[in-house]
């Protein structure tokens, strides 16, 4: 079973939607949790991370940890197309190991 | 500012041959990280250093797959005898303090492995 799970995806938006990722994981000591976007043939860039129970905001995104369901998503808000790519949840649970799950592909239609 | 820099970008290698890649991590950051990246998935875990301390290399595909920090900086990711199957983006990426969660990863553009 992977540690971290996420669906695939494509997930499309219409331009000026809200478009919403989701991701699980398994390991109930993992402490602190971060969302990366990767654009086709680059590397991962943090978009934010997240360690306390409920909402972090940063601009357009937002955050969202529920320890208890085991679970983090990513909102963005006023979806541009800028924002098409893979998003990649990450979990690290405390010592240094991070894993990754698949990423979602997200397409922002103009 | 520097930030993490890998070489070469691109490697073709031909299959039983051994390939080196470099890793140069941000300055001062103690920990690093190599990952595997195979088309349409996430990162794979190979190896962590902490200063030049090999921590953990439990995803270390196979013995063919070595790496080293020996003066707690720049690292190398060496495989020999590459196969099809080592075909992948290797990621390196670094952290400026150990031991704490919340300390993002910062990646490097990686060097795309192909092997014929």
């Known amino acids: 079973q992977k540690e971290v799970e996420q669906n695939s995806g494509p997930l499309s938006v219409p331009e000026g939607a809200i478009a919403s990722l989701n991701c699980t994981y398994s390991?109930?000591?993992?402490?602190?949790f971060f969302w990366y976007r990767q654009y086709s043939g680059k590397s991962p860039e943090l978009i934010m991370f997240?360690?306390?129970?409920g909402d972090k905001e940063d601009g357009r995104f937002t955050a969202q940890l529920n320890k208890a369901s085991q679970y983090v998503s990513l909102l963005i808000r006023d979806s541009q197309p800028s924002d098409s790519a893979t998003y990649l949840c990450?979990?690290?649970?405390?010592?240094?190991?991070?894993?990754f799950g698949t990423g979602t592909s997200l397409t922002v239609i103009p | 500012g520097a930030g993490v820099s890998q070489s070469p970008r691109y490697k073709v290698a031909k299959r039983g041959q051994d390939v080196a890649l470099r890793c140069d991590p941000i300055?001062?950051?103690?920990?690093l990280f190599w990952y595997q990246q195979a088309l349409g998935q996430g990162p794979e875990f190979l190896t962590y250093?902490?200063?030049?301390?090999?921590?953990?290399k439990s995803g270390l595909p196979s013995d063919r797959f070595f790496a080293e920090r020996p003066e707690g900086s720049v690292s190398t990711l060496k495989i020999q005898r590459t196969q099809q199957e080592d075909s992948a983006v290797y990621l390196c990426?670094?952290?400026?303090?150990?031991?704490?969660?919340?300390?993002?990863?910062?990646f490097g553009n990686g060097t795309r492995l192909t092997v014929t």
């Open positions: 990450a979990v690290n649970m405390g010592n240094d190991q991070f894993y």
């Open positions: 250093f902490q200063n030049e301390a090999q921590l953990d």
């Open positions: 990426a670094s952290s400026p303090r150990p031991g704490q969660g919340n300390s993002p990863l910062h």
């Open positions: 997240i360690y306390s129970n």
């Open positions: 390991d109930q000591g993992s402490q602190s």
């Open positions: 300055s001062g950051h103690v920990s």
